[in-house]
């Protein structure tokens, strides 16, 4: 993957359809790994609160998206 | 879902169609993936599309060509590599680090709301624990196909000539593109499948 600065200079282009399509694509992308991340944590036991520290979001946020999916316990 | 009107070795091939649906991280059956379980089915149906080079391992890479797989496999690729970002780069960081079970209940978990397909298509298969996937374009029309090529027959039951039949003809979904890419059509080899079976008495 290219360096951080790299990305950023991408993301601020000028063009809008490249820049609004790259951002689309990142929230996309960053959907389908917290599904991933989600899933894997509760799965080692892992609290809503302590999830929820780490995504940088209320407990409430994190377990009305993902308590359904993966089953809600608290 | 479909034991009575099918054979139990068309049930297999039906169950085995599920399960790529499932292992490609695809959040419908399509008839894409009734091809693949039919191209690698041991009865003279099967043995006809290998014949004909329809083989499981083409037909599993068409399909990944035409419609990607796995979590990724729908996202912008261009768009992403405008920021800087290699889908196939994140994708092998997370085959590496997951087992292909986890990472295809994430996939299926992130198409959820299918937009692919107009909601009011609910029809659909469900596994044995509970999984649904809705069915993909020509799936209902492959099946009521299978049921009539049978009844034509006269068997009691579709078996799994009649299932291949039945998703040879459709004209909608990837099937045809998949044949196409590969040589043959869904008439050619829909001919020879008859061929291979006695005709009806």
């Known amino acids: 993957m290219e360096p951080v600065r790299d990305i950023a200079e991408d993301a601020a282009s000028t063009d809008p359809d490249t820049g609004l399509r790259s951002v689309a694509a990142l929230r996309a992308l960053a959907e389908r790994l917290e599904i991933l991340q989600v899933d894997n944590a509760r799965r080692l036991g892992w609290s809503w609160q302590q999830i929820a520290e780490r995504l940088g979001v209320t407990k409430q946020t994190v377990h009305r998206k993902h308590g359904k999916r993966t089953g809600g316990r608290p | 879902m479909t ?4 054979t139990r070795d068309a049930g297999a ?12 991280g695809h959040p419908y059956l399509g008839g894409e ?6 191209a690698a089915a041991g009865q003279p149906a099967g043995a006809v599309l290998r014949e004909h080079g329809v083989t499981p391992e083409r037909v599993e890479a068409e399909i990944v060509r035409l ?12 768009a992403l590599a405008a920021v800087g970002i290699d889908v196939d780069a994140v994708r092998a960081a997370t085959e590496a680090s997951f087992n292909r ?4 209940r994430a996939a299926r978990d992130s198409h959820r709301e299918p937009r692919r397909f107009s909601p009011r298509r609910r029809s659909g298969a469900t596994r044995g624990d509970g999984v649904f996937l809705p069915h993909g374009p020509g799936v209902n029309q492959a099946l009521v196909a299978a049921r009539r090529e ?6 009691a ?9 039945g998703i040879l003809a459709v004209s909608e979904g990837l099937v045809p593109s998949i044949l196409s890419r590969l040589g043959t059509s869904g008439p050619t080899l829909g001919t020879a499948i008859m061929d291979c079976y006695p005709p009806a008495s």
Do not use: K, N, P
């Open chain 2, 67 to 78: 419609s990607g797989a796995g979590l990724f496999g729908d996202l912008d690729r261009d």
């Open chain 2, 157 to 165: 039951q579709a078996d799994v000539e009649h299932l291949a039949l």
């Open chain 2, 3 to 6: 034991e009575h009107i099918m």
């Open chain 2, 101 to 104: 079970a986890t990472l295809a």
């Open chain 2, 150 to 155: 049978a009844g034509a027959r006269h068997a």
């Open chain 2, 13 to 24: 091939v039906s169950i085995r169609a599920f399960e790529h649906a499932v292992r490609l």
């Open chain 2, 33 to 38: 993936h009734y091809l693949l379980a039919l």
